[in-house]
């Protein structure tokens, strides 16, 4: 069966510092990839999505990035963070077409 | 832009109590589904809708899907604790096709009181 796993579970990080979140998947090949984040407990917000090894979209003008360096391995980055950049932080894979989300248990950073 | 709108945000009921929440898209959605996150969880997939006019059922739980595939609702009857979460309708980004990009509505937060 799929898993998905993501880490770290929480990280609390200064202003300024780079940030590193990885996403892996297994039991599946070819998956759609996702990072999503979720501010104050409210909605989801798409920041990327992957359809192929480095293959990124960004959905929205922001401070971090995301690569795909491996089919199953999806990386959330940023050079320097902001405080705005605190959230719950969420890896979610999919099939291809529309098919429903399987989310990681995701990351709650803190920027102090 | 494409919205996905859902009320209440939050609602408190006695357990036992029936509850409804209401998803609306500004746009036609050629499926919606509905994910359910546990306080300090991650989103859960519940179910997908794809015919207009659809219902389906879960035990406790009834989905339906609009006949104009714009709007959804997710009711519980007799609610429990453990029905206790933040249930959120989710459908297609407009034009995104294969890629499986979804907007989320902003969730409605369910308190139960034992």
């Known amino acids: 069966s799929q898993t998905i796993h993501q880490w770290p579970a929480t990280l609390v990080q200064p202003v300024g510092s780079p940030l590193s979140l990885e996403c892996t998947v297994e039991g599946t090949s070819n998956p759609n990839l996702y990072w999503y984040r979720q501010a104050a407990g409210r909605g989801l917000q798409l920041l990327f999505y992957?359809?192929?090894?480095?293959?990124i979209s960004s959905e929205v003008p922001q401070n971090l990035s995301a690569s795909r360096p491996q089919d199953r391995q999806f990386i959330l980055s940023s050079k320097k963070l902001l405080l705005s950049d605190s959230g719950f932080y969420l890896c979610?894979?999919?099939?291809?077409?529309?098919?429903?989300?399987?989310f990681g248990n995701g990351t709650r950073l803190t920027v102090t | 832009g494409q919205q996905v709108m859902q009320i209440p945000q939050y609602q408190h009921v006695q357990e036992g109590e029936d509850f409804t929440t209401y998803c609306n898209s500004s746009?036609?959605?050629?499926?919606i589904q509905w994910y359910k996150q546990r306080p300090g969880g991650h989103p859960v997939f519940l179910i997908q809708?794809?015919?207009?006019?659809e219902v389906k059922k879960q035990k406790r739980l009834t989905f339906q899907f609009g006949e104009a595939k714009k709007n959804s609702s997710l009711h519980i009857t007799a609610t429990q604790t453990t029905d206790v979460g933040t249930y959120f309708c989710?459908?297609?980004?407009?034009?995104?096709?294969?890629?499986?990009?979804?907007?989320f509505g902003q969730g409605t937060t369910l308190q139960v009181k034992p």
């Open positions: 992957s359809i192929g090894i480095d293959q």
């Open positions: 979610a894979w999919s099939p291809r077409g529309n098919s429903p989300l399987h």
């Open positions: 989710a459908g297609p980004v407009e034009g995104s096709s294969n890629t499986g990009k979804l907007i």
């Open positions: 809708l794809v015919k207009s006019g």
């Open positions: 746009t036609t959605l050629s499926n």
